[in-house]
């Protein structure tokens, strides 16, 4: 009887230690930021962003979330040029995005070659391949793969 009281008692203490190990895990993640890609403003849940009004948004009145990762810096899609926050990015004009004014922030990864999604072109930077022509493209002009 002894020994099954004591792997009892073993047992429901190694599961409290295992329980504080999980809460010290939890309470050590970073809290979830989400972003709109037309101007940049963070927010706490998608809820809170998607419910807001977006000045910058060319679809649209609202935010929109911005799906790709958080980095440290973030290129615009159409033309490549580099910024350190997309709030920043979105801000400046882009001559060429052929649906707004505005630059849009490219959300996949960084990589070691960009694919145009339209015709499979590799170029060694997003402005590199944007700056060319795509016979494919609607817009006539490469685009980056995600």
């Known amino acids: 009887m002894k020994s099954s009281h ?3 008692r073993l047992f429901v203490i190694i599961l409290m230690l295992f329980g504080i190990g999980i809460g010290i895990i939890y309470a050590q993640q ?5 972003y709109c890609k037309w101007c ?3 927010y706490s849940s998608i809820s809170s962003l998607t ?7 060319p679809n649209g009145k609202r935010h929109e979330l911005y799906e790709g990762s958080e980095k440290s810096h973030y290129y615009c899609k ?3 040029n580099k ?11 882009c001559s060429k ?3 707004s004014k505005r630059h849009e922030p490219y959300e996949g990864s960084e990589k070691s070659q960009y ?9 060694s930077t997003i402005s590199s391949l944007t700056s060319g022509s795509c016979s494919k493209s609607p817009t006539k002009k490469h685009q980056p793969a995600l």
């Open 6 to 8: 004591y792997k009892t």
């Open 30 to 34: 970073k809290p979830e930021k989400y």
């Open 40 to 42: 940049g403003n963070k």
């Open 51 to 57: 419910s807001g009004i977006c000045s910058r948004n």
């Open 78 to 80: 159409w033309c490549g």
């Open 83 to 93: 910024y350190s926050t997309i709030s920043s990015l979105t801000s400046g004009t």
């Open 97 to 99: 995005n052929p649906n």
């Open 115 to 123: 694919v145009c999604k339209h015709c499979g072109n590799k170029y």
